[in-house]
């Protein structure tokens, strides 16, 4: 038999016990819940390149340089390489505000490549530090090439816009260069250059005119019927490659909506169609995540209907935009869906004909019937409006769990609070009984 001592000791031993188990638990809980997916990056195609530079207007003797571009390219379509400028320091303080000027000199393959001078960050008057930048330059990628574009730097100028005759010449040795994989196109995923500008009636904004990458994730409809709506599903996310897109200083007009609108051929579509959703953002904001439409596009025949990208805008209407993304007339990806012809539809039922009214004088009258009849009907899964469904989405699109996501660690932080609440109770209760013992 225990003694009163000995049952309390292993009173606060179990409880103990109880306690680290409990709280081992809930670090687990927190672990998990911590490490949930995070939403997935833009995939770019990116390196860095060395440059020793001398002379001119910055003291900088080596600098990194880092070239970027999207993660693919499309044989006939236009593709965005991002220059990243760092920080860099002038020899003597701006007089007044300015901007970087950077020239790079670019050699490529399977494409051909805008040159000249690009405006860079922002010069503060009377500052020697100047912040990173980025520039960029427009690569047209050749019809029908494939295997990769190719991007080798040499020389880069750098100089003050106010002062512009005179540069910093900056040289890299290196060997190196940057490649983008060319695709067929037409995929689920496509990036399209689009130069977006600001409505004149909007006044200035040093945000535009922009060179916008935009990725297109369009879901095309199954089961296309002749002369019946067939909804497509239009997803549209800026990428970091080319220049941001941002909400004018002034805001949106109130009211505005975010328009997407495509081109469409074949199976008798109508030449465009436009979807249409709410747009939101504060004044000067950066836009990453363009709001998701639904565009229907009605088929008159059997067929293919073929779908391009059109342009964007954002504004109280399309036609009077606040602001206006220009697709490219050429190089655009293709999506297409197929349309099947239409059932019939059911002819009419001719009305019977009334029968005659019996004849009041030899009419007897009889009791009339009623018979109810009560129907219980199972909802439809389609159109239950409590039926849920779980799908994790393309991209790795964060959306705080799935189907997919695996264990919860709220599950082991609930279990953790339960051990750690009855480890309390227990030892309480153990040390009653041998205090009373």
């Known amino acids: 038999m225990l003694t009163s001592q000995a049952r309390r000791r292993l009173a606060?031993?179990?409880?103990?016990?109880?306690?680290?188990?409990?709280?081992?638990?809930l670090l687990a809980g927190s672990l998990l819940v911590g490490s949930a997916p995070a939403s997935a990056a833009t995939l770019v195609?990116?390196?860095?390149?060395?440059?020793?530079?001398?002379?001119?207007?910055?003291?900088?003797?080596?600098?990194t340089v880092k070239l970027s571009a999207p993660d693919s390219a499309a044989a006939g379509?236009?593709?965005?390489?991002?220059?990243?400028?760092p920080a860099l320091t002038l020899r003597q303080a701006a007089t007044t505000a300015t901007t970087v000027s950077a020239n790079a000199t670019l050699?490529?393959?399977?494409?051909?490549?805008?040159?000249?001078?690009?405006?860079?960050?922002?010069?503060?008057?009377?500052?020697?530090?100047?912040?990173?930048?980025?520039?960029?330059?427009?690569?047209?990628?050749?019809?029908?090439a494939t295997g990769n574009v190719t991007v080798k730097p040499a020389n880069l100028t750098l100089a003050l816009a106010s002062a512009a005759t005179t540069v910093t010449t900056c040289t890299t040795t290196s060997t190196e260069v940057l490649e983008v994989p060319i695709?067929?196109?037409?995929?689920?995923?496509?990036?399209?250059?689009?130069?977006?500008?600001?409505?004149?009636?909007?006044?200035?904004?040093?945000?535009?005119?922009?060179?916008?990458d935009v990725k297109i994730t369009a879901t095309m409809p199954t089961g296309a019927k002749t002369n019946q709506d067939a909804s497509i599903t239009w997803a549209s996310a800026v990428q970091t490659t080319g220049d941001e897109l941002k909400v004018p200083t002034g805001g949106f007009p109130a009211g505005s909506k975010f328009f997407a609108t495509v081109k469409a051929s074949g199976a008798g579509a109508a030449a465009t169609a436009t979807g249409e959703a709410a747009a939101t953002g504060t004044a000067g904001q950066s836009l990453t995540t363009l709001p998701t439409v639904t565009i229907k596009v009605r088929p008159t025949t059997a067929g293919t209907v073929t779908i391009t990208p059109g342009d964007l805008a954002f504004g109280t209407t399309a036609a009077a935009a606040a602001v206006k993304c220009?697709?490219?007339?050429?190089?655009?990806?293709?999506?297409?869906f197929q349309v099947t012809a239409g059932s019939a539809s059911p002819s009419p039922s001719p009305s019977p004909s009334p029968s005659p009214s019996p004849s009041p004088s030899n009419t007897t009258?009889?009791?009339?019937?009623?018979?109810?009849?009560?129907?219980?009907?199972?909802?439809?899964?389609e159109t239950s409006p409590t039926r849920r469904s779980s799908r994790t989405p393309k991209d790795g699109v964060a959306t705080g769990a799935g189907g997919e996501a695996g264990p919860d660690g709220r599950m082991f932080i609930l279990a953790g609070s339960m051990l750690v609440l009855a480890a309390g109770g227990g030892g309480l209760l153990m040390r009653r009984r041998a205090t009373r013992g």
Do not use: H
């Open 77 to 85: 379509s236009p593709v965005n390489v991002t220059v990243g400028i």
């Open 183 to 212: 695709g067929a196109g037409g995929g689920g995923d496509n990036v399209v250059s689009y130069q977006c500008t600001l409505a004149t009636t909007s006044g200035t904004d040093p945000a535009y005119p922009a060179t916008v």
């Open 365 to 381: 009258p009889t009791p009339t019937r009623t018979t109810t009849v009560i129907v219980t009907e199972t909802p439809d899964e």
């Open 107 to 144: 050699t490529v393959t399977n494409g051909t490549v805008t040159p000249g001078p690009k405006t860079g960050a922002e010069v503060a008057a009377n500052q020697t530090a100047v912040p990173a930048g980025d520039v960029i330059y427009p690569v047209a990628v050749t019809a029908a």
């Open 45 to 63: 195609a990116e390196k860095s390149f060395t440059y020793a530079c001398s002379g001119g207007p910055f003291s900088n003797t080596s600098i």
């Open 326 to 336: 220009a697709a490219p007339a050429t190089g655009l990806p293709t999506f297409t």
């Open 12 to 25: 606060q031993k179990t409880s103990s016990a109880l306690v680290l188990v409990g709280t081992s638990v």
